[in-house]
């Protein structure tokens, strides 16, 4: 059986919770595109998030303090949508920074632990590499809002509404240079954007050479024992 992140022995969590967070991501790049204006896409967009947020919160249910943090993290989220406001937008980006990053903490933390490959154990798998993009995003679109000009935008871009168009921007490149694609159409300008593109097209080459030869070391050992 797939190993729970508080224990080797037994699942913790109901099943398909990490089928639901990798869906809940799937659904969230499906809704995206399409709602990129008006207060309407706004909502939706902050609903399609809010529904990664929530089964991330519901994945740390079995820890006390773990989920403690993460609800604490997704709150500007859930109050962002009631109350339309700058400073709050400002406040999101930085908790759901840190919300993603420990989030990504805690699956790799199960993926180092657990010595069988189980549908769960992929489904974590390919969600850590989703939110390694989500969390790139907003790392780009917080660097872009503290920083305006640190990347180089369309107009039609640079015209857009920040956290929602803006935003989706900096997560399309943020998949870009994970994965260095690298099409050119976003550049990052200054030494932090330009730095942490670097890192983070590094941490994708990294995490997909580790993680498939980890995943291929624990299947041979499962067909040997």
Do not use: W
Request: aromatic residues 16%.
């Amino acid at each position: 059986m797939a190993k729970s992140i508080s224990s080797p022995n037994k699942i913790a969590l109901p099943r398909f919770t990490y089928l639901g967070l990798l869906l809940s991501i799937i659904i969230f790049f499906i809704v995206a595109p399409f709602f990129s204006k008006g207060e309407y896409g706004r909502i939706a967009l902050d609903l399609s998030l809010l529904s990664i947020l929530a089964v991330s919160v519901y994945m740390c249910s079995n820890n006390k303090i773990y989920l403690a943090i993460t609800i604490i993290l997704a709150s500007p989220t859930i109050l962002r949508l009631f109350n339309f406001n700058p400073k709050i937008d400002e406040i999101t980006l930085v908790f759901n920074c840190i919300f993603f990053a420990f989030v990504i903490y805690v699956l790799l933390q199960l993926l180092f632990t657990t010595t069988y490959v189980t549908k769960d154990v992929i489904y974590a798998a390919l969600s850590v590499y989703f939110l390694l993009g989500i969390f790139g995003g907003i790392v780009f679109t917080l660097l872009e809002y503290l920083s305006p000009g640190s990347f180089a935008l369309p107009q039609t871009l640079a015209e857009s509404n920040f956290y929602t168009a803006h935003g989706q921007d900096m997560i399309y490149f943020s998949f870009v240079t994970l994965t260095t694609s690298g099409y050119g159409d976003i550049v990052p300008l200054s030494q932090p954007a330009k730095f942490f593109s670097i890192l983070e097209a590094v941490t994708g080459q990294i995490y997909l050479t580790v993680m498939i030869a980890r995943l291929i070391g624990m299947h041979i050992s499962q067909l040997r024992a």
